[in-house]
């Protein structure tokens, strides 16, 4: 039964990615920019929540809160600041600008604390065995599912239920026409680099407790397989995004569990090749070619 154990091991660290993933294809689908600094916000979240449990004293849900908060107006500002006036610009001075911006996060987080590493808590979550059809899971696993379950749920009901996440829809389908609508656009772009870096926030908190340890380059490789994720689903869906980052987690844990642990890595840019051969607009994607 030991296929049940890495099942869920895969659906855990898929749901991380998918957290990312979700900020990715959110921002891409209101005005198709790729955002290369999003892994850099989970990498703050993951600071932040460490600072909040380890400097403050606080528990796990409370330090996700403050990571959420702290990392939503953190991408508003990255969105002001780098991004706003980029908006008619070429595609490739857009995509040029998130790589600096990724890169001066990351320095600039070492410039602040240095590049020592940290190491959650081992306490943060309950850490138990519980014994199901004969398989040992373990319950961070199932709480950081659970956490994640939760958010994604949540996002789903703002975007689908909600009167801005109305204006997301209207906004990632016409712009010029919700402009003319009265729908404010500026505000609807702010909103979405809010919601999508809250998630990353919290993915980073998940993340650290799961994995315990954190460095400032730790945005890097998640972001890239988050984004992965994100094309494997088609960008641009939430529901895709979701079940990318999921599909690409039992991947993962498939490849580390044959034996193959130093193809891990590996096995989500090989992912991303066969999809950008054979189903360039991802699974839940429309199978339509961009006019240049």
């Known amino acids: 039964m030991d ?13 991380i990615y998918a957290l990312i993933a979700l900020g990715y ?4 689908g209101i005005i198709k920019l790729i955002n290369f600094a999003h892994g850099d916000v989970f990498m703050v979240g993951a600071f932040i929540g460490f600072y909040a449990i380890k400097g403050w004293g606080l528990g796990f849900l409370p330090a996700l809160i403050i990571s959420m908060t702290f990392c939503a ?14 908006r008619n610009a070429t595609r490739i001075a857009a995509l040029i600008t998130a790589i600096g911006m990724s890169l001066l996060i990351e320095y600039g987080m070492i410039y602040i604390r240095g590049a020592q590493p940290e190491a959650y808590p081992a306490d943060v979550l309950p850490n138990k065995a519980i014994n199901f059809l004969g398989v040992h899971i373990n319950s961070q696993s199932l709480f950081i599912l659970l956490t994640s379950i939760i958010l994604m749920i949540i996002l789903q009901f703002i975007v689908q239920r909600t009167k801005m996440g109305k204006a997301m829809r209207a906004v990632s389908l016409d712009m010029d026409a919700a ?4 729908i404010s656009v500026d505000k609807t772009i702010s909103f979405t680099f809010a919601i999508g870096s809250a998630l990353a926030g919290a993915a980073g908190v ?5 994995y315990t340890k954190i460095e400032p380059l730790m945005g890097v490789i998640p972001g890239l397989k988050a984004f992965v994720a994100a094309v494997l689903g088609g960008i641009g869906s939430i529901p895709g995004a979701m079940v990318g980052g999921i599909f690409l987690g039992v991947i993962e844990s498939i490849v580390s569990a044959a034996g193959f642990s130093l193809w891990r890595d590996a096995a ?4 991303l090749i066969l999809i950008l051969i054979f189903r360039p607009s991802g699974i839940f994607g429309k199978n339509t070619r961009e006019k240049v």
């Open 25 to 28: 294809t959110m921002v891409y």
């Open 206 to 210: 998940v993340f650290g407790v799961y």
């Open 3 to 15: 296929w049940l154990q890495q099942l869920i091991n895969g659906i855990s660290l898929g749901s």
């Open 268 to 271: 989500a840019f090989v992912i």
């Open 73 to 86: 107006v953190f991408g508003v500002l990255i969105e002001r600041i780098a991004y706003k006036r980029l």
């Open 179 to 182: 402009r003319l609508m009265g």
